[in-house]
């Protein structure tokens, strides 16, 4: 088979493995969608100032959760079920056919990123019907999608790149989430920014790729300003991810 | 009803010829399909492989044997190119696994000891999905059907048994079409008719002149499949030959044991103090002559030998005798 093939047919099996997985499909897509609902339901009649605009905070979740289950899709997902799959053997045993790494990496980032466009897509459709958050159209929606491609193909690669740093499954969700969960939270996810934010506080949204993402696809949702910056921040991060992964990823499980 | 796994053979094996390279490796011109000399391998300053010679020819049916914590694993999976050596010489059809283990890879066909595979997708999804990494790969309901799994074709791999996983194993390993296969600990979790079938498939493969290297821990598999078994222990080879004549079994004397007559005692060497059951076992270097005797002593006396029968040691005799003389190896 060539690559491409190889590839699509990889994607195949990932995708049929993902759905039949009760508990996966799941988390990704009622998690966010229920935050969404949460959120809204406690603080959704307040106003969010961005800047000189000032937006319904319900809309304001809408974006912010699409983020969200962004991430938690990409990012912590994979880093979870690939570090089962290496303490099961399921990795051990495919490493020991000649599947190409990059032809591994690639269809399953790919799978991710499909993921990740059908949640943004209910999360937006549900958005509307609820709360009559309006995605962007023309070249705005455009560039919202490139930041939705290069993101999550990013946190995916970045998900990867962290289980090298978790020993076994036991120890997946506390480092996942004590990774993730005070990013989500200083970087305006679940909190907006409000003037009396610290500074150390928007710098941790300056470094890492949270923020920018969330920034980037707040700008399709609410019509703030969009800026390649925050494009090429997630994509730096990616990549960075991407590296590590090629180089530190392990198929076996660790003893 | 299961399918059996030898119901394929016929398809297998094309004509009668005989084990490539098995029958006389001195004459043939084919490389070995494996060689090892002085293959070390420590884990964190703990030998767990201390030098090892290994010579395999294509088409042999080799058998490692060795106690728990022996390393036979360690060998088989620096073989495989999955773990780095220490030191020695190493090479699998041709290449250095440590280094080129993308040439070996599509060669190979590997039963791991532990390994999985992803629960949610069905034995055919899996089968095929193996198959299309393979450049020649095998039918994949002909192989399905081979390792006896065609009934379970459509269901999900969380729902087989724990034996009929290891066969979804054998399955993967064999669909690549692999000139070398390493088995390691392949029928544990068989039920013992689906062992025998296993066996016929690793034979026919061996016909076709597939190399096997096998682990097991059960004597007579080794005894039926292997033309040569190594035994391990403590990393270091403490013996190889043929089953039959493994630790010069087929010379060491035998023992025959029969239950004593009521009436009569054979005289002198022929008898011996009996057991609970009232039988005796003498040892005989030279059992021919010794059965003779008895036999003799018998029909002149009009004298019954219930339960007469001669013991030679077997593989297993011969094994343990071997691993206690190793000594200390398992801890
Ligand atoms: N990854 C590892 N890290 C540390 N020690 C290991 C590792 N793998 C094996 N060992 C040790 O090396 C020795 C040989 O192990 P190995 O698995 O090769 O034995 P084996 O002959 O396959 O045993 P068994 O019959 O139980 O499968 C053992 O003492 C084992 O504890
Ligand atoms: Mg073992």
Same mark, same amino acid.
């Given at each position: 088979?060539?690559?491409?093939?190889?590839?699509?047919?990889?994607?195949?099996?990932?995708?049929?493995?993902?759905?039949?997985?009760?508990?996966? $499909?799941?988390?990704?897509?009622?998690?966010?969608? =229920?935050? @969404?609902?949460? #959120?809204?339901?406690? /603080?959704?009649? *307040?106003?969010?100032?961005?800047?000189?605009?000032?937006?319904?905070?319900?809309?304001?979740?809408?974006?912010?959760?699409?983020?969200?289950?962004?991430?938690?899709?990409?990012?912590?997902?994979?880093?979870?079920?690939?570090?089962?799959?290496?303490?099961?053997?399921?990795?051990?045993?495919?490493?020991?056919?000649?599947?190409?790494?990059?032809?591994?990496?690639?269809?399953?980032?790919?799978?991710?990123?499909?993921?990740?466009?059908?949640?943004?897509?209910?999360?937006?459709?549900?958005?509307?019907? $609820?709360?009559?958050?309006?995605?962007?159209?023309? =070249?705005? @929606?455009?560039? #919202?999608?490139?930041? /939705?491609?290069? *993101?999550?193909?990013?946190?995916?690669?970045?998900?990867?790149?962290?289980?090298?740093?978790?020993?076994?499954?036991?120890?997946?969700?506390?480092?996942?989430?004590?990774?993730?969960?005070?990013?989500?939270?200083?970087?305006?996810?679940?909190?907006?920014?409000?003037?009396?934010?610290?500074?150390?506080?928007?710098?941790?949204?300056?470094?890492?790729?949270?923020?920018?993402?969330?920034?980037?696809?707040?700008?399709?949702?609410?019509?703030?300003?969009?800026?390649?910056?925050?494009?090429?921040?997630? $994509?730096?991060?990616?990549?960075?991810?991407?590296?590590?992964?090629?180089?530190? #990823?392990?198929?076996?499980?660790?003893? | 009803?299961?399918?059996?796994?030898?119901?394929?053979?016929?398809?297998?094996?094309?004509?009668?010829?005989?084990?490539?390279?098995?029958?006389?490796?001195?004459?043939?011109?084919?490389?070995?399909?494996?060689?090892?000399?002085?293959?070390?391998?420590?884990?964190?300053?703990?030998?767990?492989?201390?030098?090892?010679?290994?010579?395999?020819?294509?088409?042999?049916?080799?058998?490692?044997?060795?106690?728990?914590?022996?390393?036979?694993?360690?060998?088989?999976?620096?073989?495989?190119?999955?773990?780095?050596?220490?030191?020695?010489?190493?090479?699998?059809?041709?290449?250095?696994?440590?280094?080129?283990?993308?040439?070996?890879?599509?060669?190979?066909?590997?039963?791991?000891?532990?390994?999985?595979?992803?629960?949610?997708?069905?034995?055919?999804?899996?089968?095929?999905?193996?198959?299309?990494?393979?450049?020649?790969?095998?039918?994949?309901?002909?192989?399905?059907?081979?390792?006896?799994?065609?009934?379970?074709?459509?269901?999900?791999?969380?729902?087989?048994?724990?034996?009929?996983?290891?066969?979804?194993?054998?399955?993967?390993?064999?669909?690549?079409?692999?000139?070398?296969?390493?088995?390691?600990?392949?029928?544990?979790?068989?039920?013992?008719?689906?062992?025998?079938?296993?066996?016929?498939?690793?034979?026919?493969?061996?016909?076709?002149?597939?190399?096997?290297?096998?682990?097991?821990?059960?004597?007579?598999?080794?005894?039926?499949?292997?033309?040569?078994?190594?035994?391990?222990?403590?990393?270091?080879?403490?013996?190889?030959?043929?089953?039959?004549?493994?630790?010069?079994?087929?010379?060491?004397?035998?023992?025959?044991?029969?239950?004593?007559?009521?009436?009569?005692?054979?005289?002198?060497?022929?008898?011996?103090?009996?057991?609970?059951?009232?039988?005796?076992?003498?040892?005989?270097?030279?059992?021919?002559?010794?059965?003779?005797?008895?036999?003799?002593?018998?029909?002149?006396?009009?004298?019954?030998?219930?339960?007469?029968?001669?013991?030679?040691?077997?593989?297993?005799?011969?094994?343990?005798?071997?691993?206690?003389?190793?000594?200390?190896?398992?801890?």
């Amino acid at each position: 088979m060539s690559a491409a093939v190889l590839t699509l047919d990889q994607i195949r099996y990932v995708n049929k493995a993902f759905w039949r997985n009760p508990m996966r $499909a799941f988390f990704t897509f009622a998690f966010p969608l =229920m935050f @969404l609902v949460i #959120f809204t339901a406690l /603080l959704g009649n *307040g106003v969010v100032h961005i800047g000189p605009r000032a937006v319904k905070e319900s809309t304001y979740y809408v974006a912010s959760m699409a983020a969200f289950g962004v991430i938690t899709a990409c990012f912590s997902n994979t880093a979870m079920m690939t570090t089962f799959n290496r303490d099961d053997g399921v990795l051990k045993r495919l490493d020991g056919a000649p599947l190409p790494r990059a032809i591994f990496f690639a269809s399953r980032i790919l799978h991710s990123i499909f993921v990740a466009f059908l949640l943004v897509g209910i999360t937006a459709a549900f958005g509307h019907f $609820a709360y009559g958050a309006q995605l962007a159209t023309g =070249m705005t @929606l455009l560039r #919202f999608l490139v930041m /939705l491609l290069v *993101g999550s193909a990013s946190f995916c690669a970045l998900g990867y790149a962290i289980t090298a740093a978790i020993p076994n499954g036991d120890a997946a969700p506390p480092v996942v989430n004590f990774t993730i969960m005070p990013l989500l939270f200083l970087s305006g996810i679940f909190i907006p920014f409000g003037n009396g934010t610290p500074d150390w506080v928007q710098w941790v949204g300056r470094i890492f790729p949270v923020r920018h993402f969330a920034v980037a696809l707040q700008a399709g949702f609410l019509g703030t300003p969009f800026r390649w910056d925050d494009v090429a921040a997630v $994509a730096g991060w990616g990549l960075a991810g991407l590296v590590l992964s090629v180089r530190y #990823f392990e198929w076996e499980p660790r003893r | 009803m299961p399918t059996p796994m030898h119901s394929h053979l016929t398809d297998l094996a094309p004509s009668s010829s005989p084990r490539g390279g098995a029958a006389s490796p001195a004459l043939s011109p084919v490389p070995p399909a494996i060689s090892v000399h002085g293959l070390r391998k420590s884990y964190s300053g703990v030998e767990a492989v201390r030098g090892i010679d290994l010579e395999v020819p294509v088409g042999e049916i080799c058998a490692l044997l060795g106690p728990n914590g022996a390393g036979k694993t360690t060998t088989v999976e620096i073989l495989e190119g999955y773990r780095s050596r220490d030191a020695g010489r190493v090479e699998v059809l041709g290449c250095d696994p440590a280094t080129e283990r993308g040439r070996l890879k599509p060669r190979l066909g590997i039963v791991f000891q532990e390994a999985a595979v992803e629960p949610y997708l069905t034995v055919r999804e899996t089968v095929a999905m193996y198959a299309h990494l393979y450049p020649g790969h095998r039918g994949v309901d002909e192989v399905i059907e081979l390792v006896g799994l065609a009934h379970r074709r459509a269901e999900r791999v969380v729902g087989l048994s724990g034996g009929q996983q290891r066969r979804l194993e054998m399955a993967i390993a064999l669909v690549g079409d692999p000139d070398l296969l390493f088995l390691d600990e392949p029928t544990t979790g068989f039920d013992p008719a689906a062992r025998h079938e296993a066996w016929e498939v690793v034979r026919a493969l061996a016909r076709l002149g597939k190399t096997v290297v096998l682990t097991t821990h059960y004597m007579d598999e080794a005894q039926y499949l292997a033309d040569r078994v190594v035994v391990i222990v403590g990393g270091r080879v403490v013996a190889e030959g043929p089953p039959a004549t493994l630790g010069l079994r087929q010379r060491a004397g035998a023992r025959i044991r029969y239950r004593l007559p009521a009436q009569d005692t054979p005289p002198g060497e022929l008898a011996a103090a009996p057991d609970a059951d009232g039988f005796v076992e003498i040892h005989a270097e030279d059992p021919v002559a010794l059965l003779h005797r008895l036999t003799g002593w018998a029909l002149e006396h009009e004298q019954p030998l219930e339960g007469l029968e001669v013991i030679r040691p077997s593989l297993e005799d011969v094994y343990l005798e071997l691993t206690r003389r190793g000594g200390g190896a398992s801890t």
